[in-house]
């Protein structure tokens, strides 16, 4: 199913007006300078992605900007399969995360372990995993969150975009009340050219995809969060 810009604006009339407001932020819009409702900010993503001339000449689905997406990320490969543009992100998600954890640490991946820990939705997650009580004896840290990621995409997804926004708009999200977000900033940020390196972004992206990409990323994290509740408008 090709997914357009107007299944995106029966998204965001689900998401909240917090989700509207972060995601207007990502965009690089203030609460007080633009209406918050769906239709504008899928409005302003869509003149984000285009130059002025193609968005007046033709209108882009969302699939086709979570494939430019995953190819800006340098995820071209996973653009070949025959999958869902929601699918698409889930798997970009899941590689940038794993990307992380094989350059961390020892001891930042027992700190990270420890600050997963601290979300309830992810430790519920562990131990349908079978990773109860935190203990990996079973397997890598890299190998548990493999495992355990399609039982928790929504905060597991939290932690990347935020990263993601930190690089390339230079803040992260405002969620300060997601715990998990807040705990892990701190050790997993390092320096932004060692990220950058590590993640395949690059750094040379024009005002418009440093927007768009975590712009784009949030919006799968708010499919994430309605799906898991099952409240999305689309099948």
């Not at 050219?193 to 005002?207: F, S």
């Amino acid at each position: 199913m090709i997914y357009t810009m107007d299944d995106i604006k029966a998204l965001l009339r689900s998401a909240t007006a917090q989700e509207r407001k972060e995601l207007a932020a990502l965009l690089g819009y203030q609460f007080e300078s633009i209406n918050m409702q769906a239709e504008e900010l899928v409005k302003q993503l869509a003149w984000k992605y285009q130059t002025p001339l193609g968005y007046l000449m033709r209108t882009q689905t969302f699939d086709e900007m979570c494939v430019d997406v995953a190819k800006q990320l340098k995820f071209g490969k996973l653009t070949k399969q025959q999958v869902s543009c929601w699918d698409l992100l889930d798997q970009v998600i899941k590689g940038m995360l794993e990307k992380m954890i094989r350059e961390m640490t020892p001891d930042q991946k027992e700190q990270f372990a420890k600050a997963l820990f601290s979300d309830e939705k992810i430790r519920e997650a562990f131990d349908k995993g079978g990773y109860k009580g935190g203990k990996f004896a079973a397997g890598s840290l890299l190998t548990v969150v493999r495992t355990t990621f399609g039982f928790a995409p929504y905060p597991f997804t939290l932690i990347v975009v935020n990263q993601v926004a930190r690089i390339l708009l230079g803040r992260g999200l405002s969620l300060a009340a997601n715990v998990v977000v807040v705990r892990t900033v701190s050790f997993i940020l390092g320096p932004v050219g060692w990220l950058l390196l590590i993640w395949g972004i690059n750094d040379l992206l024009g005002t418009n995809y440093k927007k768009v990409i975590p712009a784009t990323l949030y919006i799968y994290c708010i499919y994430a969060r309605l799906k898991e509740e099952g409240k999305l408008p689309f099948n």
